[in-house]
């Protein structure tokens, strides 16, 4: 029974991704196919040739080890301006289509047995649509797609109050969580990382695993996560 997840965070540059990929590894050391998707990419660098380069579904496709694998079934919209995804397509001149990025994650679930989903920026960004007709946000591509949501947050000093906001609203949407998992996005030391697990477990959030900065293979430290993840049964039909 091919289960699917979506990795959101509480901001950009959380490490979504590298949750996602050490994840990912994690699931496919443990016995099962598992691949990863992300449907729009902003911040995409541009390469001698003048396509742009989407250094998150490229990571995606690697993790997989599907390398000879078109790179199309990792992502369907690639762009530019590091922006979140909608803004970045209104700048450009580029139409998304919400239904397609439905579509493909759905695609992608059927071939595999756990999907993963990667989110641009936090769970209100602008994910498709424009200022003038109305944007579509994160959640509302998470609610679509009918599959829980797994939160990645940065241990930082504020991220209580920014994983509490994410939580609840995703509560206030009946979208399930299965957890949170902090991660150290960069070397900056305080005395808050020693206390945001146990601040958040009290108020009911589950915090799943916690990623030191730099750590060389953060899939060791994720091996609980991914049996967790295994084990969690369907949410609803997608």
């Given amino acids: 029974m091919t289960r699917a997840f979506f990795v959101t ?45 989407p250094a998150d579904a490229l990571a995606h496709r690697a993790a997989a080890g599907l390398e000879s694998s078109p790179l199309e079934t990792f992502i369907r919209y690639r ?32 071939e595999t047995d756990i999907l993963l989903v990667e989110g641009a920026g936090g769970l209100l960004a602008p994910f498709t649509g424009t200022a003038r007709d109305g ?8 609610a679509a797609l009918g599959i829980p949501a797994l939160l990645v ?19 206030r949407r ?21 206390d945001n697990a146990r601040a958040l ?11 030191p900065y730099g750590l060389a293979r953060p899939e060791s430290r994720l091996a609980e996560v991914a049996r967790h993840i295994a084990d969690t049964p369907r949410w609803r039909s997608t």
């Avoid at 762009?79 to 439905?102: H, K, M, N, S, T």
């Avoid at 944007?135 to 998470?142: G, H, L």
């Avoid at 477990?201 to 990623?211: D, K």
């Fill in 9 to 53: 965070g509480t901001d950009t540059s959380v490490g979504k991704t590298v949750v996602t990929c050490a994840l990912t590894r994690a699931l496919i050391a443990a016995g099962h196919r598992a691949r990863a998707i992300k449907p729009i990419e902003s911040g995409c660098a541009t390469d001698a040739a003048g396509e742009l380069q």
């Fill in 79 to 110: 762009l530019r301006e590091p922006l979140a995804p909608a803004i970045a397509a209104e700048r450009a001149g580029i139409q998304l289509d919400f239904a397609a990025c439905v579509a493909m994650a759905r695609a992608a679930q059927a």
């Fill in 135 to 142: 944007y579509q946000t994160v959640a509302d591509f998470i």
């Fill in 153 to 171: 947050a940065r241990a930082r000093l504020g991220t209580i109050n920014h994983t509490l906001l994410t939580w609840r609203e995703l509560e």
């Fill in 174 to 194: 009946a979208i399930p969580c299965i957890g949170v998992i902090l991660n150290e996005a960069d070397a900056e030391t305080g005395l808050e990382r020693e």
């Fill in 201 to 211: 477990r009290s108020f009911g959030v589950p915090v799943l695993a916690e990623l």
